[in-house]
């Protein structure tokens, strides 16, 4: 199935086929993983929480010195102009991958858009497996093209039939998903592992405000893998997940096996606020 939802790839603001969507085998993109990336959601026409995303990959690039092709008013223009030009379909996935410059090309941002693949109505009723897989990504606070481990993670989850995978560090604490945040709750706490351990999702400040209003306890500690009997719930985020539960890791049950009610209550609150912020609710995305 193509990746790519319609016609058009943005390359620094010029609109070509996705064909020419390109970087040389020659340059240090492949073989170093040299760019930085972001996935954004369009939802009934609105994008949801660009800047956000866009100020994440200014301080992603920054991080690893990579010169990009504009500022967050240039990316913004960029994501804005393409939506327009693919006739402003409702909803898609927006990818956003920026690579710096080789010897025959400038630093360049390539904005494109994929077809949304939500959770199933089910997956957000009963909750979802992972795997834990044991690895961590290099420069965790960076979301870099050096996705290996988390490829790896992610395969290591379809291999055994689960949704997600979740790196573990060398001191046996788990991280974070292939693809998502990764949180427990204890007692009643929201537990998080430190913030120079993770990529500070956009979803995850949403998730951390959400929490201060419903007066719900937050902890940023590390997370022993040794100690998942204690927790009573778990739960993952991200652009297209959202809030969704966790429920088993590694074909154990996480506290009862279902949905947990900090876990229901984060889920409801976002969602509402996901609809304030878009004018439709999300729980019509996978109907």
Not at 146 to 168: D, I, K, S, Y
Not at 234 to 259: C, K, M, Q, W, Y
Request: net charge negative.
């Amino acid at each position: 199935m193509n990746s790519v939802l319609t016609g058009f790839v943005s390359c620094n603001g010029e609109l070509i086929p996705p064909q020419m969507a390109t970087v040389s085998v020659l340059g240090s993109t492949l073989y170093g993983a040299f760019g930085v990336y972001e996935s954004i959601q369009l939802w009934n026409g609105v994008v949801f929480h660009l800047d956000d995303h866009l100020q994440r990959l200014l301080a992603s690039a920054a991080a690893i010195g990579l010169p990009l092709a504009g500022e967050l008013v240039a990316h913004r223009e960029w994501v804005n102009d393409l939506i327009h030009a693919e006739g402003s379909p409702p909803d898609a996935t927006i990818r956003l991958f920026a690579v710096g410059p080789e010897a025959d090309a400038p630093p360049r941002s390539f904005v494109w858009l994929e077809p949304l693949r939500p959770p199933t109505p089910q997956m957000v009723r009963e909750g979802v497996g992972a795997v834990t897989y044991q690895s961590e990504r290099a420069l965790p606070t960076v979301k870099s093209l050096n996705t290996l481990v988390n490829t790896l993670a992610r395969h290591a989850a379809q291999a055994a039939g689960e949704h997600e995978g979740l790196l573990v560090d060398a001191a046996g604490c788990v991280r974070e998903g292939a693809s998502s945040t990764f949180y427990a709750v204890q007692g009643g706490s929201l537990l998080i592992p430190p913030a120079e351990d993770i990529l500070e999702g956009v979803t995850l400040q949403i998730v951390l405000d959400l929490a201060a209003e419903a007066g719900i306890p937050v902890r940023r500690v590390p997370l022993p893998l040794a100690a998942r009997a204690g927790w009573d719930e778990a739960f993952l985020t991200s652009t297209s997940r959202h809030v969704l539960p966790l429920v088993r890791l590694d074909g154990a049950a996480i506290g009862s096996g279902a949905p947990g009610p900090v876990t229901g209550e984060l889920a409801r609150r976002f969602e509402a606020y996901f609809e304030q912020v878009t004018g439709r609710g999300y729980g019509s995305a996978a109907e």
